[in-house]
């Protein structure tokens, strides 16, 4: 073997080998980005949160900038321009996650209007989805068919109507020329289907939230975590890093083997 190929690996060994009765294996850690990346995602409400994402015990070189996930209560949380979404599921092999608006949690009356926007050089609609659009402050001056009939929003102590349609049907247009403030909500296109059907109502479409895709590759990681090393990133030089056990690798991949052999 090459002499100068594991220092670390071989200090520790020569440590443990020499005081192998009275030293404590913790003078050989792991590199701390290793370890604190290698950590599962502390927060009840989801199993795994790994790469791009990062939050609460996962320090932020475990993941991308615009990747935080907090936990509130035991709820996941993404912040997405300003706007705070649940996290419902994320799933790496298909870089997708499912989130659903907070404030529409069991709720149809937010405080606060605004629509559902993202970050597209982070994230894009996932397909199947619907737009849903929730209409407030309607002055129905003429029956509009096909909407069900008014909910009533008690916002700031007084009490607003609020109807909700699908984007396409042609309830939207009559809502949109009547309806002081509306706000735009996806959904999936099969829970818009069921709502139209009747078979499931405006609080459990909201809450099944919606799909997106993450548009940061995932390969650099794949291939970071096949060999061996836990997925990380360097903000000074804006870099994917391979955080490996012994050291962070420019790489991006820990080897373990000589190169060329
Ligand atoms: C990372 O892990 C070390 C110990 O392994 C710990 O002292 C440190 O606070 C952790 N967190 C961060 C943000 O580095
Ligand atoms: C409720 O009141 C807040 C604070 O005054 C205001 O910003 C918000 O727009 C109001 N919401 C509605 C739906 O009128
Ligand atoms: C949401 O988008 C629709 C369509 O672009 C717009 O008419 C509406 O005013 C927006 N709502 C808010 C709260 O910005
Ligand atoms: C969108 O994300 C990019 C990449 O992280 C960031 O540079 C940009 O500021 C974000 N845009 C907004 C409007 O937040
Ligand atoms: C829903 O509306 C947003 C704009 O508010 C748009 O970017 C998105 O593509 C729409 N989704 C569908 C499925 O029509
Ligand atoms: C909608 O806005 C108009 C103009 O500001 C106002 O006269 C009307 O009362 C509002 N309608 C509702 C239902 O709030
Ligand atoms: C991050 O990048 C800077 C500049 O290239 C480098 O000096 C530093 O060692 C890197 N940090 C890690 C943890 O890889």
Redesign the pocket.
């Known amino acids: 073997m090459h002499p100068n190929l594991f220092p670390t690996t071989v200090l520790c060994i020569l440590i443990v080998l020499i005081f192998s009765i009275n030293v404590p294996t913790t003078l050989c850690l792991d590199d701390f980005h290793y370890t604190n990346c290698s950590q599962n995602f502390d927060c009840s409400g989801i199993e795994t949160v790994n790469y791009p994402f990062w939050g609460v015990n996962r320090p932020d070189y475990c993941g991308l900038p615009g990747f935080e996930v907090t936990c509130q209560d035991d709820v996941p949380m993404i912040t997405m321009m300003q706007g705070e979404y649940r996290v419902i599921n994320i799933a790496s092999a298909t870089s997708t996650l499912q989130v659903a608006r907070e404030d529409y949690w069991g709720n149809i009356c937010p405080q606060y209007f605004y629509n559902t926007t993202l970050n597209f050089s982070l994230f894009n609609y996932a397909s199947g989805l619907m737009n849903l659009t929730i209409f407030y ?3 129905l001056y003429q029956e509009i068919p096909n909407v069900p009939s008014a909910l009533s929003c008690p916002i700031n102590g007084t009490n ?2 609020a109807y909700y349609a699908v984007t396409g049907s042609t309830a939207v247009q009559g809502l949109r020329v009547m309806c ?1 403030s509306s706000v735009i909500v996806p959904i999936f296109e099969s829970v818009a289907q069921a709502l139209v059907a009747g078979s499931t109502n405006i609080f459990d479409a909201l809450d099944e939230g919606f799909e997106l895709q993450w548009r940061p590759s995932n390969d650099q990681c794949n291939t970071c975590m096949v060999s061996g090393g836990q997925c990380g990133y360097n903000r000074t030089s804006s870099q994917f890093t391979c955080f490996c056990k012994d050291q962070p690798s420019n790489a991006a991949v820990c080897s373990s083997k000589p190169s060329g052999m």
């Open positions: 402050k309607c002055n607003i109507n002081n």
